[in-house]
């Protein structure tokens, strides 16, 4: 015996000892009970944001959609039904934002609790006869773009926290309070800050319907868009495209919006055929960490930032 182990290849003898010490933690992906943390995905960056700033050290946060990843068309792999299922809860913008979710949910095969972030919300509809908007549409799903309703994030973000992890409910409400006053403060600035544009300016052109809770909020008028309807996943039809175009030029506007997820080449031709120029904006995702638009008041900010300085 004291021969063979001598003599025993110690390569061998390493991969037996990792063999029996288990598999390693998959990066970026939920595990229950991990140091005593709750195991949470958060569909987009924008609800991840929030979510783990009421959240803290107390949850363990996995985001589905990379940054500057389009809501309206990403596509699922096999490895976010692992994310999924693993998942003590699940937190989703809602308002028909996240289709994907349907198949995630029904492959997960597991009673996860899922929180539509944006119950309570009264939700924009389409102007009547809007083009390009489908009747199973249940509204505007871009309730972000205006801080005031998350503050409803915050209360189902807060409340869903603390059903199903009590132990540590006290975090929750305080960072919730927290939270609750940035925003307050966040839309007192936005107020002050486009009050340098003068009424009559207050026009915007976008790619798609997405700017229509920032407009009722603070006075401004969603005048146009490049694609019809709330998906940037709608095509214009030529007919549609040049009845934009002589608007824009009825107008008077200075630029074009267009979300950092959304392919420019569509809004470049438009831009060239009325000679105005783009404006590029932060829409359904923050950036990476360090980004310009790393975090939801970050995001708010730049936007306003950008459209100030284009309209005034």
């Not at 389009?70 to 699940?90: E, L, M, R, Y």
């Not at 490049?226 to 608007?247: D, F, I, K, N, R």
């Amino acid at each position: 015996m004291k021969n063979f182990i001598q003599y025993f290849p110690l390569s061998l003898l390493f991969i037996l000892l990792v063999a029996c010490a288990g598999p390693a933690s998959q990066p970026n992906s939920p595990e229950k009970g991990t140091s005593g943390s709750l195991s949470v995905v958060a569909t987009t960056t924008i609800v991840g944001d929030v979510v783990r700033s009421l959240g803290g050290d107390a949850i363990h946060l996995v985001v589905l959609l990379p940054p500057g990843t389009d809501p309206h068309s990403f596509q699922p792999t096999p490895q976010d039904v692992v994310k999924v299922s693993d998942a003590d809860v699940i937190f989703i913008n809602g308002a028909g934002l996240e289709s994907f979710m349907n198949s995630l949910l029904s492959n997960s095969g597991d009673g996860t609790k899922v929180v539509a972030v944006s119950d309570g919300i009264q939700l924009l509809n389409a102007p009547e006869g809007e083009p390009g908007v489908h009747v199973d549409e249940v509204g505007d799903p871009h309730v972000w773009m205006d801080p005031n309703n998350i503050l409803v994030w915050v209360d189902n973000i807060e409340n869903a926290l603390s059903e199903a992890d009590p132990a540590n409910s006290a975090i929750y409400t305080q960072n919730a309070a927290k939270y609750r006053q940035t925003l307050a403060e966040l839309d007192q600035w936005v107020r002050d800050y486009v009050a340098q544009i003068p009424a009559s300016k207050r026009k915007l052109v976008t790619d798609h319907q997405v700017f229509g809770y920032f407009a009722d909020r603070y006075g401004f008028t969603q005048v146009g868009t490049l694609v019809p309807g709330y998906s940037t996943m709608a095509e214009p039809s030529a007919q549609e495209l040049a009845a934009l175009e002589t608007a824009i030029g009825g107008l008077n506007v200075p630029a074009i919006f267009v979300g950092d997820t959304v392919n420019p080449s569509l809004a470049q031709r438009v831009a060239d055929d009325t000679h105005i120029r783009l404006v590029f904006v932060y829409t359904g995702s923050l950036t990476k960490a360090g980004g310009p638009a790393s975090t939801y008041p970050d995001f708010i900010r730049y936007n306003v930032n950008a459209i100030v300085d284009a309209l005034k």
